[in-house]
């Protein structure tokens, strides 16, 4: 395949993933609202963190089915068809493994936790321990099929991602229906259909993956040297998994545990429009990742570097022109949205969006990363700042200071563990020079950035705070960040093929 071909694919896929994640927010948005006032303040953020006891474990489904993309991905490089089924089927017995360890924790660590520790009204207790049992079951699931998510994202089958994701926003519209009409609590029966969604999308996955690739039969199998090597690179992910699971809903006990339920509900709703939005800009990273890993496994330089400089730009373009009307007019945004929301929820949501700025820089880097498949270095690093970010929050949480620095000191630790990142993985991995990234990436990223933030937000100041104007300083915020990236953030070469390819991304989406 040569690379025009392999560019076309990229955009293809960008295309596929992009019209999935606007169907996927416009449902996100208002199933949230929905799902709120169905609940209640309380229960909403009692699902947040007794259900994220276990479903935020899901972030680890991420890492273990990136660590089968990996090496499929590398096989796939080197044309070794044999070598992928039994990369596959050692991957699937080392999923297995860790279900079976991780319901051993969760049913005695995690349930001990829940009983004892968690801030929960009594009258809710038989609720969150149903919540807890769903989760386990849920997370269980897509562990398993997570090697099956795996092998779709190697082949670049994004066009299947997309329809999935797509059915799996439209079954939670049926269940935000459902639960409107149930009288049974609708707490436990929001955490069951829930499960269940899950439960028929992965069958859904495994039919599919079934029928189209070879290597994806349900099949243990032990093979020394490429267990050793899926085993190592499954405990770094794992680990590095483990520690954000630690981090989010670390952060999210601390809130429960000074601060009260309602702060665990600001936070989730922040958490809701985060993912939402950062995702758009995560969309691109899912259709470029294969073909990082690829030019690694066939050691094409020149290619390798133009796929992380060029992305990390398209990245944080997308995302700040996503992100810069939400964080000036989010107060707007949520009354609208919500109605009525909880205190810091605008705080939160603003910070938040401030960090997938940040994350997004670092989305290239890790998939370099995972390319080289050296991860202790970059992993002790995610570990250290994760660590240092709990205890900051620990301090300002028993100094009874404002919630919102939590989040402040989150963002401001990102920033630290993004340069440490770009300094192992580029320089110390790759050889790749500092002064080029520098020069070919964060000039281009911090001139271009200057031009688009400052006149919004300078209307954002001077205008009057009605829903009107809010509106118009979003529209215009929109409009003059895509129209300065264009202009300014892409070159004479980038500007053209946007225009030769506008016309078709629009035709697909339409």
Not at 56 to 79: A, C, Y
Not at 251 to 263: A, D, H, K, M, R
Not at 287 to 306: C, F, G, H, K
């Amino acid at each position: 395949m040569s690379y025009s071909e392999k560019n076309k694919l990229i955009l293809k896929n960008t295309i596929a993933l992009y019209f999935r994640q606007i169907i996927t927010i416009f449902v996100a948005l208002f199933t949230t609202r929905i799902v709120l006032q169905t609940l209640g303040v309380t229960d909403y953020g009692i699902n947040n963190v007794v259900g994220g006891i276990v479903a935020m474990m899901s972030f680890l489904t991420v890492p273990l089915s990136g660590t089968t993309q990996r090496f499929l991905s590398i096989e796939l490089g080197k044309n070794d068809y044999f070598k992928l089924k039994q990369v596959f089927a050692n991957s699937l017995l080392l999923h297995v493994i860790f279900i079976l360890l991780t319901i051993i924790i969760a049913e005695t660590l995690g349930l001990w936790f829940l009983k004892t520790k968690l801030v929960i009204p009594p009258e809710r207790a038989n609720a969150a321990f149903w919540v807890f049992q769903f989760s386990v079951i849920s997370f269980a699931v897509s562990v398993f099929f997570a090697p099956f998510e795996g092998a779709i994202r190697a082949r670049e089958k994004f066009d299947f991602y997309a329809k999935m994701s797509i059915f799996d926003v439209v079954m939670k519209l049926v269940i935000v229906y459902l639960l409107k009409f149930l009288s049974y609590d609708k707490l436990i029966a929001f955490s069951f259909m829930t499960m269940f969604v899950i439960i028929i999308l992965k069958i859904i996955v495994y039919i599919y993956c079934h029928k189209h690739f070879e290597e994806c039969k349900i099949k243990l199998l032990w093979v020394k040297d490429y267990g050793h090597q899926l085993l190592v690179y499954n405990a770094y992910s794992m680990i590095s998994g483990i520690s954000s699971i630690i981090r989010y809903q670390g952060l999210n006990f601390i809130l429960n545990f000074y601060y009260g339920p309602v702060l665990n509900a600001a936070q989730a709703i922040a958490n809701q429009v985060f993912f939402a939005i950062s995702s758009f800009s995560n969309n691109a990273a899912l259709a470029t990742e294969p073909q990082i890993i690829m030019s690694y496994a066939q050691n094409d330089r020149q290619r390798l570097w133009n796929l992380i400089t060029k992305s990390s730009i398209l990245y944080f373009y997308i995302c700040l022109i996503v992100v810069l009307p939400f964080i000036l007019e989010i107060d707007t945004i949520l009354y609208i949205w919500l109605g009525t929301y909880p205190e810091y929820t605008a705080v939160f949501t603003r910070l938040f969006l401030l960090e997938a700025t940040q994350n997004i820089l670092c989305y290239p880097m890790t998939m370099a990363n995972a390319a080289v498949g050296k991860l202790r270095a970059t992993t002790i690093n995610t570990i250290v700042i994760r660590l240092f970010i709990l205890l900051s929050a620990i301090l300002i949480g028993v100094n009874n200071w404002s919630p919102s620095y939590i989040y402040v000191s989150v963002v401001t630790l990102q920033w630290i563990s993004l340069i440490v990142w770009i300094i192992i993985v580029l320089k110390i991995q790759l050889g790749f020079s500092l002064r080029k990234y520098l020069y070919d990436v964060v000039l281009p990223i911090s001139k271009t950035s200057l031009f688009v933030v400052l006149p919004p937000l300078a209307l954002h100041y001077f205008f009057s705070k009605s829903i009107l104007s809010s509106l118009s300083i979003s529209v215009f915020a929109l409009i003059w960040s895509a129209v300065m990236v264009f202009c300014i953030g892409l070159n004479r070469q980038e500007r053209q093929m946007v225009v030769s390819k506008l016309p078709l991304f629009i035709q697909k989406i339409l």
